[in-house]
T-cell receptor, first 111, second 114 residues
Framework: AQSVSQHNHHVILSEAASLELGCNYS??????LFWYVQYPGQHLQLLLK??????LVKGIKGFEAEFIKSKFSFNLRKPSVQWSDTAEYFC?????????FGAGTRLTVKP | DAGVTQSPTHLIKTRGQHVTLRCSPI?????VSWYQQVLGQGPQFIFQ???????GRGNFPDRFSARQFPNYSSELNVNALLLGDSALYLC?????????????FGSGTQLSVL
């Protein structure tokens, strides 16, 4: 079964800083990759997903992620964060109808 | 349209008891998945149901069971509760339950086992 690792437990940035959250997975077969976000007091919601095609995928609110198959990675990026990006971010991998989430990265953006 | 609704929102049980959690998917969605989220960790996949059939199962003991009804709502049952079952239980729905589909999550049921 696949596993998902998120490298950072808590990231603190100032507004306008660039963001990169790491995500690595272990699975040798075909995978579908996701980033979900949970804003304070809200449900988990999808930021972006990759299942085929262009490995650079763009999501909502200016986020993007790049699938690098050789590195088993799917890192999330945003060129300039805002205070409203403060949230918990979860990377997830779906293979063979088994969806696995990483432990999450808490992002705090200071105004 | 209503989102994914879960009931109850909070629940307190004692060890050895059983519990039933309920989930209503978004109207038109035929797939429901259940997740367990322990504090400080990501959601852990328990089950996926599509058209009342189990489509996927995570690494959870047989004390955990689920079913899906003709109206696509779902129940998660946990028997012989242990302290370690204390967690937030999330339900998610999707349209056809394919592996690349977006999941819509509910707000969860917070279960405390004493």
């Amino acid at each position: 079964a696949q596993s998902v690792s998120q490298h950072n437990h808590h990231v603190i940035l100032s507004e306008a800083a660039s963001l990169e959250l790491g995500c690595n997975y272990s699975y040798g077969g075909t995978v579908n990759l996701f980033w979900y976000v949970q804003y304070p007091g809200q449900h988990l919601q999808l930021l972006l997903k990759y299942f085929s095609g262009d490995p650079l995928v763009k999501g909502i609110k200016g986020f993007e992620a790049e699938f690098i198959k050789s590195k088993f990675s799917f890192n999330l990026r945003k060129p300039s964060v805002q205070w409203s990006d403060t949230a918990e971010y979860f990377c997830a991998v779906n293979a063979d109808n088994d969806m696995r989430f990483g432990a999450g990265t808490r992002l705090t953006v200071k105004p | 349209d209503a989102g994914v609704t879960q009931s109850p929102t909070h629940l307190i049980k004692t060890r050895g008891q059983h519990v039933t959690l309920r989930c209503s998917p978004i109207s038109g969605h035929k797939s429901v998945s259940w997740y367990q989220q322990v504090l400080g960790q990501g959601p852990q996949f328990i089950f996926q149901y599509y058209e009342k059939e189990e489509r996927g199962r995570g690494n959870f003991p047989d004390r955990f069971s689920a079913r899906q009804f003709p109206n696509y709502s779902s129940e998660l049952n946990v028997n012989a509760l242990l302290l370690g079952d204390s967690a937030l239980y999330l339900c998610a729905s999707s349209n056809i339950g394919s592996t690349n589909e977006k999941l819509f999550f509910g707000s969860g049921t917070q279960l405390s086992v004493l």
